[in-house]
């Protein structure tokens, strides 16, 4: 395995369900990162882990719980969802150097999420 | 708030042509941008970073330019072919840390056959 994977890449879910999204990076880096990609909008960064500590959240709703168990790991659980959540769940890792900054960022291939 | 902006949303070529897309943004104070391809359904492929020092990178047929002053960046690519068909986005990273980088909603390219 290389890069960063995302499992499942495709989810159908009631209002009423609870699910989770799994990212695993295999790039050795040691920050991770999900995005919310809708149509006709710019992706939207939702949180950032940073050597295992959540270090920015972008005002999201308490509906969206991120877990971080090591740098490898990322999940995003998912309860009591709205229509309006579906979209296209991006992972992404980076090499994060505080000032020291590479900038690149490596995404997988998404989580397409339908909330019926 | 910065913004960043991709014209045109959409462009269609034929098979060879040279090309290039635009991105402006609002924010003098870049630390870096990268462009980045995605295929439908798909995630982000990471093309070409350039750093706020730099004015341009290249790869392969690709290559971006930065102008800090005028606030773009565009992407040129060669010599299209039609697997280059894909959305292009541009990022502006403006905080030192990807923890500020500013999308732009990206242009659809399609080149004919």
């Known amino acids: 395995e290389t890069g960063v994977t995302q499992t499942p890449r495709h989810l159908v879910m009631g209002m009423t369900n609870k699910k989770s999204l799994k990212c695993e990076q295999h790039?050795?880096?040691?920050?991770m990162y999900w995005y919310k990609q809708s149509a006709k909008k710019p992706l939207e960064l939702m949180f950032v882990?940073?050597?295992?500590?959540?270090?920015e959240n972008n005002s999201v709703p308490s509906r969206f719980s991120p877990e971080c168990p090591n740098s490898s790991h990322l999940f995003l659980h998912l309860h009591t969802l709205q229509p309006e959540d579906s979209a296209l769940y991006l992972c992404?890792?980076?090499?994060?150097?505080?000032?020291?900054?590479?900038?690149?960022?490596?995404f997988g291939e998404g989580s397409r999420l339908t909330v019926l | 708030k910065q913004e960043v902006t991709q014209i045109p949303a959409a462009l269609s070529v034929p098979e060879g042509e040279n090309l290039v897309l635009n991105c402006s943004f609002t924010d003098s104070a870049i630390y870096n941008l990268q462009w980045f391809r995605q295929d439908p359904g798909k995630g982000l492929t990471s093309l070409l970073l350039i750093q706020s020092s730099q004015r341009e990178q290249t790869s392969g047929r690709l290559n971006a330019s930065l102008d800090k002053s005028s606030g773009r960046s565009t992407l040129y690519i060669a010599a299209s072919q039609p697997g280059d068909s894909a959305t292009y986005l541009c990022a502006e990273n403006s905080g030192g840390s990807n923890y500020k980088l500013t999308f732009g909603k990206g242009t659809l390219l399609t080149v004919n056959p």
């Open positions: 992404a890792s980076s090499q994060d150097g505080a000032g020291a900054n590479t900038g690149e960022l490596f």
């Open positions: 882990y940073s050597l295992e500590e959540r270090v």
């Open positions: 790039l050795g880096h040691n920050a």
